[in-house]
């Protein structure tokens, strides 16, 4: 079975805080993506990445980086925390017509 | 002109009632079209893809897509309580562009 699992289900953190929200994919896929989930905006793109070492912005990459180190393994950076960064943060891995998504992080800047 | 256009809803029917949930979408150079379907705090699970035009079943689950309108489409035959939830298309270019456009999603609630 397909697995995508994400570090954590529920993350609190104050303004100006580094971020880092790990994501683990156990189906060998190439891709990898970052996504954030916020009412009335619906999913939006942050990074891609398609290869270890490799990555693409989104369509919101601004005042996030992201790392892959690992093929199984992505990791989305908030450098410094700001509350417009409260939402749902979902990781997905796949191929461009079958992406799997992890349960998401509910994080939340104050 | 946004790229996917997905009524928000929400929709609310029967028990056994047939649903319609559409989007419409902007760039006819889209090929890869999806529909996820997504229950209250957890991630999206993709139900059913179709490449280019046409219809794909699964179940009481049909996805149609009509290019030359830019419209796509999921009936669920047959609804069940257990089929409440948001449903999300999404569209891909496909090739190597692996970026997939989400429409907002419709909340769909099925009555016992």
């Known amino acids: 079975d397909v697995k995508v699992t994400q570090s954590s289900r529920y993350l609190v953190k104050r303004t100006g805080e580094k971020v880092f929200l790990e994501c683990v994919q156990d189906m060998d896929h190439e891709n990898m993506f970052w996504y954030r989930q916020d009412p009335g905006l619906g999913l939006r793109l942050i990074y891609f990445s398609y290869d270890v070492k490799m990555k693409e912005k989104g369509d919101i990459p601004e005042g996030y980086s992201v790392s892959r180190e690992k093929k199984e393994r992505f990791s989305l950076i908030l450098e410094s925390a700001s509350t417009n960064q409260t939402s749902m943060y979902l990781c997905?891995?796949?191929?461009?017509?079958?992406?799997?998504f992890g349960p998401g992080t509910r994080l939340t800047v104050t | 002109q946004k790229e996917v256009e997905q009524d928000p809803g929400p929709l609310s029917v029967p028990e056994g009632a047939i649903v319609s949930l559409n989007c419409t979408y902007s760039?006819?150079?889209?090929?890869?079209f999806m529909w996820y379907r997504q229950y209250s705090r957890k991630g999206p699970e993709l139900l059913m893809y179709?490449?280019?035009?046409g219809n794909k079943e699964d179940g009481r689950f049909t996805a149609q897509v009509d290019k030359s309108s830019k419209y796509i489409s999921l009936f669920i035959r047959d609804s069940q309580p257990s089929d409440s939830a948001t449903y999300l298309c999404?569209?891909?270019?496909?090739?190597?562009?692996?970026?997939?456009?989400f429409g907002k999603g419709t909340l769909l609630t099925v009555n016992p």
């Open positions: 999404a569209i891909s270019g496909g090739g190597s562009n692996y970026k997939l456009t």
């Open positions: 760039n006819s150079a889209f090929q890869y």
């Open positions: 997905a891995s796949g191929t461009v017509y079958e992406q799997y």
């Open positions: 179709t490449y280019s035009s």
